[in-house]
């Protein structure tokens, strides 16, 4: 059971979503251009003429532009407006990071011209019955900032055809299949090219009228290569598909169309940057603790901006906070005409355990979370953990660490939480004597020397104390800690 989106607006949305002011591109007219295909050598001198409109918004079309024209034509047409350098890479890389976010979903992705199918029939049993998943993926899809139209068929390229042809089309079996295809036109049906003008010539137009004839006629007709594709549809055939893999690195950038010298220009762009990351990670099952943030300008090398975590992390959110602190923080001297955020190193992400019945409030942060939050506002070196040293002596035997990567304490003997910062003479009536005695006889060679017995007490108003004495005696009692 293989599902399809197509993306009929991918490249005009793939441009929209790195805007502020991107509400559905209904604002001004908004034309992505690039290069004009063709397959004759151009013979112009400037490039300007051989540029070609390759998608435009609401008002553009509303003004008589459309995709396939000419740049020079477009602007006869229309005085003003703006206009956006698209490239194949860009696009590419717009469904690339699509089908990452599929593969959170499946293990079994492809890509179309245009869309991407996944395999949902094994992961029902995971996220639910059909209706349900379907509304998961629109919801992803949705905040992700992309249009799309949605088809379910027992093959991917059945799929990718009805989703092609219309959105929500729904074919579980054989049967249901046959009959959805069958209202397919010939024109719509992704027919080898020429095919489906002939075919309209002899008064075939939809495409059960195709699947009707005899194969052995149509493929004396026409090549071997329409009955193949009519196979594959039907799923008679295997169809050689190359499954996505997701890459080992994470490489994305937004231009800005504009120097900015203001980090809070650049907080739009990070945000969708980190966005994109988590749902990269969430694909690959993975996560970053490291990543490199790069503010690129013109004919200068770019910033960079090194983002540490001091544990792996995946939630949008904790990425674009930290990002954007250490943004804030950092020294930039020329303006910035656009961001790239590049990840190399993606280890293995592992959720904190919680218990079934935790008893946390619904919106409180784990501490991996709050430690990075607290990381990244008040500095790397302002939030720390307590290190042991090798000095046996109380007050040498622990250090300020600014590693804080959660490190486990050795199984010791009884120390107090709180330690005073030296010791004072315990007063009111004798102790009681509850654990003891710990002898440590040491600091010799820097002149602290030290010869003591310490015991755990509990005192007369029922306190649990860390105290000493001398060695061999008991008392009289100093106080050195107070046990929570």
């Given at each position: 059971?293989?599902?399809?989106?197509?993306?009929?607006?991918?490249?005009?949305?793939?441009?929209?979503?790195?805007?502020?002011?991107?509400?559905g591109?209904?604002?001004?007219?908004l034309?992505?251009?690039?290069?004009a295909a063709s397959?004759?050598?151009?013979?112009?001198?400037t490039?300007?003429?051989?540029?070609q409109v390759?998608?435009?918004?609401?008002p553009?079309?509303a003004?008589?532009?459309?995709?396939?024209q000419?740049?020079?034509?477009?602007?006869?047409l229309?005085?003003r407006?703006?206009?956006v350098?698209?490239?194949p890479?860009?696009?590419t890389?717009?469904?690339?990071?699509l089908a990452?976010w599929a593969?959170?979903?499946?293990?079994?992705v492809?890509t179309f011209?245009?869309?991407?199918?996944?395999?949902v029939?094994?992961?029902?049993?995971?996220?639910g019955?059909?209706?349900?998943?379907?509304?998961?993926l629109?919801e992803?899809?949705?905040?992700?900032?992309?249009?799309?139209?949605l088809?379910?068929a027992p093959?991917?390229?059945?799929?990718?055809?009805?989703?092609?042809a219309?959105?929500?089309?729904?074919?579980?079996d054989?049967t249901?299949?046959e009959?959805a295809?069958?209202?397919?036109?010939?024109?719509?049906?992704r027919?080898?090219?020429?095919v489906?003008?002939s075919l309209?010539?002899m008064g075939?137009?939809r495409?059960?009228?195709l699947?009707?004839?005899?194969?052995?006629s149509l493929?004396?007709?026409?090549?071997?290569?329409?009955?193949?594709?009519l196979?594959?549809?039907l799923?008679?055939?295997?169809?050689?598909?190359?499954?996505?893999?997701?890459?080992?690195?994470?490489?994305?950038?937004?231009e800005?169309?504009?120097?900015?010298?203001?980090s809070?220009?650049?907080?739009?762009?990070?945000?969708?940057?980190t966005?994109?990351?988590?749902?990269?990670?969430?694909?690959?099952?993975?996560?970053v603790?490291?990543?490199?943030l790069?503010?690129?300008?013109?004919?200068a090398p770019?910033?960079?901006?090194?983002?540490?975590l001091?544990?792996?992390?995946r939630?949008?959110?904790?990425?674009f906070e930290?990002?954007r602190?250490?943004?804030?923080?950092a020294?930039?001297?020329?303006?910035a005409l656009?961001?790239r955020?590049l990840?190399?190193?993606l280890?293995a992400f592992?959720?904190a355990?919680?218990?079934l019945?935790?008893?946390?409030?619904?919106h409180?942060?784990?501490?991996?979370?709050?430690r990075e939050?607290?990381?990244?506002?008040?500095?790397?070196?302002?939030?720390?953990?307590?290190a042991?040293?090798?000095?046996?002596r109380?007050e040498?035997?622990q250090?300020l660490?600014?590693?804080?990567?959660g490190?486990?304490l050795p199984?010791?003997?009884?120390?107090?939480?709180?330690?005073?910062h030296r010791p004072?003479?315990?007063?009111?009536?004798?102790p009681?004597?509850?654990?003891g005695?710990?002898?440590?006889?040491?600091g010799?060679?820097?002149?602290?020397?030290?010869?003591?017995?310490?015991?755990v007490?509990?005192?007369g108003?029922?306190?649990?104390?860390?105290v000493?004495?001398?060695p061999?005696?008991?008392?009289?009692?100093?106080l050195?800690?107070?046990?929570a």
């Open positions: 059971m293989w599902a399809c989106i197509v993306l009929p607006h991918l490249a005009m949305d793939g441009i929209l979503r790195q805007q502020p002011e991107a509400s591109g209904d604002a001004e007219p034309v992505l251009v690039g290069a397959s004759k050598p151009s013979t112009l001198s490039a300007g003429a051989a540029r390759l998608a435009v918004n609401g553009a079309r003004a008589g532009l459309f995709p396939g000419r740049l020079v034509a477009a602007q006869a229309l005085a407006f703006r206009t350098e698209c490239t890479a860009m696009v890389g717009w469904q690339e990071l990452a593969y959170r979903y499946s293990a079994e492809v011209p245009g869309a991407v199918a996944l395999e029939g094994r992961s029902l049993g995971l996220f019955p059909w209706p349900r998943f379907e509304q998961r629109r992803d899809l949705g905040q992700l900032g992309f249009r799309h139209r088809a379910v093959s991917a390229r059945a799929a990718w055809l009805l989703a092609g219309g959105d929500g089309g729904m074919a579980p054989r249901a299949l009959q295809l069958a209202k397919v036109p010939v024109q719509r049906a027919l080898p090219e020429g489906a003008g309209a010539a075939i137009t495409l059960g009228q699947l009707a004839l005899p194969r052995a493929q004396s007709r026409f090549g071997a290569e329409l009955s193949a594709h196979e594959r549809l799923g008679d055939r295997p169809d050689p598909l190359r499954h996505y893999q997701p890459p080992d690195r994470f490489d994305a950038g937004i800005l169309g504009h120097e900015s010298v203001s809070q220009a650049l907080l739009f762009p990070l945000r969708r940057l966005a994109d990351l988590a749902a990269f990670l969430a694909g690959r099952d993975g996560g603790q490291r990543f490199t790069e503010l690129l300008h013109e004919r770019a910033t960079p901006v090194e983002v540490g001091q544990s792996v992390q939630d949008p959110a904790m990425l930290l990002a602190s250490r943004l804030e923080r020294t930039v001297t020329r303006p656009g961001l955020l990840a190399t190193e280890p592992i959720p355990a919680r218990d019945f935790d008893g946390r409030p619904a409180a942060l784990p501490i991996p979370q709050l939050r607290l990381r990244a506002r008040l500095g790397a070196d302002a939030v720390y953990q307590l042991l040293t090798t000095d046996p109380p040498c035997a250090a660490s600014a590693q804080t990567g490190h486990e199984e010791r003997l009884p120390r107090p939480t709180w330690l005073l004072i003479p315990l007063r009111g009536p004798a009681r004597l509850l654990a005695p710990e002898r440590i006889e040491t010799w060679w820097d002149g602290g020397d030290i010869r003591r017995d310490y015991y007490v509990e005192t108003q029922g306190q649990r104390a860390w000493f004495c001398a061999g005696q008991h008392g009289p009692w100093m050195h800690g107070w046990f």
